[in-house]
Structure formats: C-alpha cells, structure tokens
T-cell receptor, first 110, second 111 residues
Framework: GQNIDQPTEMTATEGAIVQINCTYQ??????LFWYQQHAGEAPTFLSY????GLEEKGRFSSFLSRSKGYSYLLLKELQMKDSASYLC???????????FGTGTLLAVQP | DADVTQTPRNRITKTGKRIMLECSQT?????MYWYRQDPGLGLRLIYY???????NKGEISDGYSVSRQAQAKFSLSLESAIPNQTALYFC??????????FGPGTRLLVL
C-alpha cells in the first residue's frame, strides 16, 4: 500500500533551526515533495527530491534517503511567517499520483 | 493574475442540492486534479485528468463527478450534496511529471 507519516505538530523558536521528518511507503516511488500551507490558503511548492541527498534552497533544505523511505525538511533562521502546515507528498504507484501526508503544523514562537 | 483560479471561493448549500465547483488555469498544463482537505486527514484526491479526453477516479470519487471542458477548465460536481462533503476543495495543475500548482481553494459548507 501507500502511506505517509509525519508528526502532527511541532514548536520552535524564532531564529532557530527545525527539522520536520517524513517517512513514506509507496510502490514505484518517483519523487518526494514538500509543500507549505498557511491556514485557509493553498499549498505552495517548496522542494522536490528524487535522488538521495540534500537539496538546498535559501533557508529551506530537503533531504531524501530512498533506501530508508525517509525525508526531512530543514528550516533555518526561523521567522514568525514560517508558522504554517508543512505537507510531505510522495509520488508513485501505477499512475504516478501524489500521496499526501496529513501535514505538520509548525508554530514559531518569539 | 493568478495562474489557477477557482469559483466560487465560498459556498453554503443544503443537503440534496446540486453544486458545481469550477477551476481554470492559464499555465498551459495538461494535467488537472481535484482534492478535498479535511482536518486531520490531509489532501485526498477525488478525480484527475491527464488531458481533455482522459478522466480518472481518485481515492474518494463516490458522490462526485467531473467534466474537462477544455485543456484549461476542469469542473467538479456534487450531484446531491450531503453534510459530510463539507470540506475545503482544491484544484491543482501540473505539466507531466512536474510539481503540482494549487488554486486558492473553495470552502464548501453543506447544511
């Protein structure tokens, strides 16, 4: 079957670093996506990994280990505006659809 | 201007009514999707279309139907709305294997 697991909630301090983990199970794995979603708004694309390793994009980095079915999103120099839900999604299966996790709600505190 | 638009943005309706949610995109993407989002359940795929002549059911298609009127337009219908279809609905588009881009969402309340 297909399954995505990520923590429900996390709290971090402004200026700090936070790591949001995601584990996945999907046949025919073909990429791991991270999206940011502020309350009541549309998810917006953050990052994409298909090969093992780290992808860096400014304050945000994402890591993938295909052998372990594991990814993380790293947010550095946290800002209050980073308070949002972070969605992990794996692409795979017979038709290459995205399967989304339930999201991790990150609260950044002063 | 937004690349992916949805209308209406908010809708309140009664049980048994027929409702249509519309999605339009100017990104030139072939692939379009409809999701619903419920608290604690994440985004779940209702229907998807890889081109104008292609319609596929997602994981929760019961009670819904879709129409792909053109490459840029993909509509979702609830033939007879029920309260457990109260949710936030998102349309998304993508070009082949690329990332999906989401519309602003439609908040639907079925009384």
């Amino acid at each position: 079957g297909q399954n995505i697991d990520q923590p429900t909630e996390m709290t971090a301090t402004e200026g700090a670093i936070v790591q949001i983990n995601c584990t996945y199970q999907t046949s025919g794995f073909n990429g791991l996506f991270w999206y940011q979603q502020h309350a009541g708004e549309a998810p917006t694309f953050l990052s994409y990994n298909v090969l093992d390793g780290l992808e860096e994009k400014g304050r945000f980095s994402s890591f993938l280990s295909r052998s372990k079915g594991y990814s993380y999103l790293l947010l550095k120099e946290l800002q209050m505006k980073d308070s949002a839900s972070y969605l992990c999604a794996a692409r795979g299966g017979a038709t290459n659809k995205l399967i989304f996790g339930t999201g991790t709600l990150l609260a950044v505190q002063p | 201007d937004a690349d992916v638009t949805q209308t209406p943005r908010n809708r309140i309706t009664k049980t048994g009514k027929r409702i249509m949610l519309e999605c339009s995109q100017t990104k030139g993407h072939d692939r379009m999707y409809w999701y619903r989002q419920d608290p604690g359940l994440g985004l779940r795929l209702i229907y998807y279309s890889f081109d104008v002549k292609d319609i596929n059911k997602g994981e929760i298609s019961d009670g819904y139907s879709v129409s792909r009127q053109a490459q840029a337009k993909f509509s979702l219908s609830l033939e007879s709305a029920i309260p457990n279809q109260t949710a936030l609905y998102f349309c998304a588009t993508s070009a082949s294997q690329e990332t999906q881009y989401f519309g602003p969402g439609t908040r639907l309340l079925v009384l």
